[in-house]
T-cell receptor, first 113, second 111 residues
Framework: AQSVTQLDSQVPVFEEAPVELRCNYSSSVSVYLFWYVQYPNQGLQLLLKYLSGSTLVESINGFEAEFNKSQTSFHLRKPSVHISDTAEYFCAVSEQSGYALNFGKGTSLLVTP | KAGVTQTPRYLIKTRGQQVTLSCSPISGHRSVSWYQQTPGQGLQFLFEYFSETQRNKGNFPGRFSGRQFSNSRSEMNVSTLELGDSALYLC??????????FGPGTRLTVL
């Protein structure tokens, strides 16, 4: 079984500032790692994923995450946030052979002017 | 390509009733998973279906059940509703194990 810990429930940040949302996981088997974003009253949208290969993965809207196997982490970063990035962010893990996603509790990112 | 659709978007039921939620996956996706999202418990995996067979099941009571049809559309059913069943129910479809695409969810309120 796997578990996911998102270390911050809320992260307030000013517009154009950098941000890091932290995610740690535990698992006894090889896993896939994901970040999803949820805007109010909507479903989840895939932001980025790590399956294998390069440990640094990027999204089309400027977010990036780095898989660190030794620290079992998959932190999400953005060098300069926008008001529109305000949302709930979920880190998730699944076994490479399975389809069930285990989610963290989520981090609420609030970007203010 | 159309995304995952879920119907209805909103439901209000009373305790003791039962409810059926529907999910249509992305065309070509044969795996459908269901998740429950609540403020207290967060996102929890309910079950996953592939080619009409339940392959994985989360830790939920037997009141929660599902099925998948030959066209990959899926339904989940909750019987004898309890107040604690109030939640956003999310459906996700996937072609392979590496990515799941989520629908907008069904908001169930139990009074």
């Amino acid at each position: 079984a796997q578990s996911v810990t998102q270390l911050d429930s809320q992260v307030p940040v000013f517009e154009e500032a950098p941000v890091e949302l932290r995610c740690n996981y535990s698992s006894s088997v090889s896993v896939y790692l994901f970040w999803y974003v949820q805007y109010p009253n909507q479903g989840l949208q895939l932001l980025l994923k790590y399956l294998s290969g390069s440990t640094l993965v990027e999204s089309i809207n400027g977010f990036e995450a780095e898989f660190n196997k030794s620290q079992t982490s998959f932190h999400l970063r953005k060098p300069s946030v926008h008001i529109s990035d305000t949302a709930e962010y979920f880190c998730a893990v699944s076994e490479q052979s399975g389809y069930a996603l285990n989610f963290g509790k989520g981090t609420s990112l609030l970007v203010t002017p | 390509k159309a995304g995952v659709t879920q119907t209805p978007r909103y439901l209000i039921k009373t305790r003791g009733q039962q409810v059926t939620l529907s999910c249509s996956p992305i065309s070509g996706h044969r795996s459908v998973s269901w998740y429950q999202q609540t403020p207290g418990q967060g996102l929890q995996f309910l079950f996953e279906y592939f080619s009409e067979t339940q392959r994985n099941k989360g830790n939920f009571p037997g009141r929660f059940s599902g099925r998948q049809f030959s066209n990959s559309r899926s339904e989940m059913n909750v019987s004898t509703l309890e107040l604690g069943d109030s939640a956003l129910y999310l459906c996700a479809s996937s072609r392979e194990a590496d990515t799941q695409y989520f629908g907008p969810g069904t908001r169930l309120t139990v009074l």
